[in-house]
């Protein structure tokens, strides 16, 4: 069955075919609030979230977008709120800011010691996962943002309270820092020059 | 241009973000400096790659937790706008004038044990006949459907020790009062021209509606602080004409009035 006969009958009211969708989507929405929340937990719930907003959404969906572009959007959207909420508690509970780059903050990353098993993907494709495991989240939820929710610069600097030239710095620097991680698990790119190591140092 | 500044370029220019000043500046540099060259190709396949990135596994039962919620918060849409209902109403006051025509004929004729019984219920208004009426439940309905239901059956009303003095519909006559008479006062009343879409779905199983014959209001209440905040946005939202009231209450308890029926 295709996804539109599938939205179709969900919109009817048919829990079986939103429950394909579900299982058609799962994955995908709930890597994204992985990759945004850094918490396998909490990403479970908001995943479960953007379920549940879509089936309540159902009625207003247009099919103007793939539901799966629709489902994505929504989830997001509730992972902004989340990191939103999250800011400001720790704004009232005064802490070191997790957004100071100076602060030699280290990921907590409880996902990147799981045993858990990545979905059937090329190597490039799980080598890229992992290397996003591995930045520091003021970079990678930028770039996720940036590369699979698909915002500006604009909106990412307003999802996440930042001002565009942070935004801007954060990607790149995200970027080089996925270069590099991925340099060194190797087989990435093409064998790196050694005056590139170099340069790598420096920076 | 230094590589440290060519860097944040080349990202700028993978998103598209560059004017064509910079990115005539940018390929200057390129074109002199090998190094940014190799970065910016790696860059590039990077960017690329993220059409294979490999997805992590949702957790085990993902999906049926989230149709299991889905079906403990199944839409209440209120009884009285249901099709069902009204179809099954008239059906009802049908066999309400049947049983009262059969009743009254066996009036006429020899004396049968039951008989009087059978008038008395016809006697009663046709809501209540309509209740009795209904179908065996829908196993998929909810608990706040069933809950709705027994309000309006006297048999219910009069088995469950919580309803209060309004819970006997027979000493109301045909208005459809299920109001717990003995439910604390909101605080905070919204008032609606009509019901928002998605309002409905908000809607948790413990708020019950009542409805006011005499007006045409539908009742819904409780309601949390939330959830009427989240209804108020719907109907700004749909221009449907919506006003709060404070009122003395019990904090935090809230109210929804659906001003047409």
Same mark, same amino acid.
Request: aromatic share 4%; hydrophobic share 35%; proline share 5%.
């Given at each position: 069955?295709?996804?539109?006969?599938?939205?179709?009958?969900?919109?009817?009211?048919?829990?079986?075919?939103?429950? #394909?969708?579900?299982?058609?989507?799962?994955?995908?929405?709930? +890597? @994204?609030?992985?990759?945004? *929340? /850094?918490?396998? =937990?909490? !990403?479970?719930?908001?995943?479960?979230?953007?379920?549940?907003?879509?089936?309540?959404?159902?009625?207003?969906?247009?099919?103007?977008?793939?539901?799966?572009?629709?489902?994505?959007?929504?989830?997001?959207?509730?992972?902004?709120?989340?990191?939103?909420? #999250?800011?400001?508690?720790?704004?009232?509970?005064?802490?070191? +800011? @997790?957004?100071?780059?100076? *602060? /030699?903050?280290? =990921?907590? !990353?409880?996902?990147?010691?799981?045993?858990?098993?990545?979905?059937?993907?090329?190597?490039?494709?799980?080598?890229?996962?992992?290397?996003?495991?591995?930045?520091?989240?003021?970079?990678?939820?930028?770039?996720?943002?940036?590369?699979?929710?698909?915002?500006?610069?604009?909106?990412?600097?307003?999802?996440?309270?930042?001002? @565009?030239?942070?935004?801007? *710095?954060?990607?790149?620097?995200?970027?080089?820092?996925?270069?590099?991680?991925?340099?060194?698990?190797?087989?990435?790119?093409?064998?790196?020059?050694?005056?590139?190591?170099?340069?790598?140092?420096?920076? | 241009?230094?590589?440290?500044?060519?860097?944040?370029?080349?990202?700028?220019?993978?998103?598209?973000?560059?004017?064509?000043?910079?990115?005539?500046?940018?390929?200057?540099?390129?074109?002199?400096?090998?190094?940014?060259?190799?970065?910016?190709?790696?860059?590039?396949?990077?960017?690329?790659?993220?059409?294979?990135?490999?997805?992590?596994?949702?957790?085990?039962?993902?999906?049926?937790?989230?149709?299991?919620?889905?079906?403990?918060?199944?839409?209440?849409?209120?009884?009285?706008?249901?099709?069902?209902?009204?179809?099954?109403?008239?059906?009802?006051?049908?066999?309400?004038?049947?049983?009262?025509?059969?009743?009254?004929?066996?009036?006429?004729?020899?004396?049968?044990?039951?008989?009087?019984?059978?008038?008395?219920?016809?006697?009663?208004?046709?809501?209540?006949?309509?209740?009795?009426?209904?179908?065996?439940?829908?196993?998929?309905?909810?608990?706040?459907?069933?809950?709705?239901?027994?309000?309006?059956?006297?048999?219910?009303?009069?088995?469950?020790?919580?309803?209060?003095?309004?819970?006997?519909?027979?000493?109301?006559?045909?208005?459809?009062?299920?109001?717990?008479?003995?439910?604390?006062?909101?605080?905070?009343?919204?008032?609606?021209?009509?019901?928002?879409?998605?309002?409905?779905?908000?809607?948790?199983?413990?708020?019950?509606?009542?409805?006011?014959?005499?007006?045409?209001?539908?009742?819904?209440?409780?309601?949390?602080?939330?959830?009427?905040?989240?209804?108020?946005?719907?109907?700004?939202?749909?221009?449907?004409?919506?006003?709060?009231?404070?009122?003395?209450?019990?904090?935090?308890?809230?109210?929804?009035?659906?001003?047409?029926?």
């Amino acid at each position: 069955m295709t996804d539109q006969e599938l939205v179709r009958r969900a919109k009817a009211g048919d829990q079986d075919a939103f429950e #394909q969708l579900v299982l058609d989507n799962q994955n995908r929405v709930y +890597s @994204l609030a992985l990759r945004l *929340s /850094g918490d396998r =937990e909490e !990403a479970a719930d908001l995943a479960q979230e953007a379920f549940l907003k879509a089936w309540r959404s159902l009625p207003s969906f247009q099919g103007e977008s793939s539901f799966a572009t629709w489902v994505y959007r929504l989830t997001t959207n509730l992972c902004i709120d989340y990191l939103r909420r #999250q800011r400001r508690r720790q704004e009232t509970a005064p802490s070191v +800011s @997790l957004d100071d780059e100076e *602060s /030699g903050w280290a =990921e907590p !990353a409880d996902w990147e010691q799981d045993p858990h098993r990545k979905l059937e993907a090329s190597e490039r494709g799980r080598a890229l996962a992992r290397g996003l495991e591995q930045l520091p989240e003021h970079q990678r939820r930028p770039l996720i943002l940036r590369e699979l929710s698909g915002m500006s610069y604009q909106e990412i600097a307003q999802a996440l309270d930042l001002d @565009l030239g942070t935004v801007k *710095s954060r990607i790149a620097r995200a970027r080089l820092s996925l270069r590099k991680i991925l340099l060194e698990d190797g087989n990435f790119f093409d064998p790196p020059s050694s005056n590139l190591t170099k340069k790598e140092n420096r920076r | 241009m230094e590589c440290e500044r060519c860097l944040e370029q080349l990202s700028a220019r993978l998103d598209g973000d560059l004017t064509d000043r910079e990115t005539q500046e940018l390929e200057r540099h390129l074109a002199q400096c090998p190094d940014c060259r190799a970065l910016a190709d790696q860059l590039k396949q990077l960017q690329t790659d993220f059409a294979q990135l490999a997805e992590e596994e949702a957790p085990p039962g993902f999906a049926q937790g989230v149709m299991e919620q889905i079906r403990r918060e199944k839409r209440v849409i209120p009884l009285f706008r249901r099709p069902q209902f009204k179809a099954l109403a008239g059906l009802a006051a049908c066999a309400a004038i049947c049983i009262g025509i059969y009743g009254a004929g066996l009036l006429d004729g020899p004396e049968t044990p039951g008989s009087g019984a059978v008038l008395q219920s016809s006697d009663q208004s046709d809501t209540s006949i309509s209740a009795y009426a209904l179908p065996p439940e829908n196993t998929e309905e909810s608990r706040g459907e069933i809950a709705q239901r027994d309000a309006l059956s006297p048999a219910g009303s009069a088995s469950d020790s919580t309803a209060g003095p309004a819970g006997d519909p027979a000493a109301d006559g045909p208005s459809l009062q299920i109001q717990a008479a003995a439910a604390p006062a909101p605080s905070l009343v919204l008032t609606v021209d009509a019901m928002p879409a998605g309002a409905a779905e908000l809607l948790s199983d413990e708020t019950t509606v009542s409805h006011s014959a005499q007006d045409g209001r539908d009742t819904y209440a409780p309601l949390t602080r939330e959830q009427l905040d989240e209804i108020e946005r719907l109907a700004q939202e749909q221009g449907i004409t919506a006003s709060r009231t404070s009122q003395e209450g019990a904090e935090g308890l809230c109210a929804l009035v659906v001003l047409a029926g």
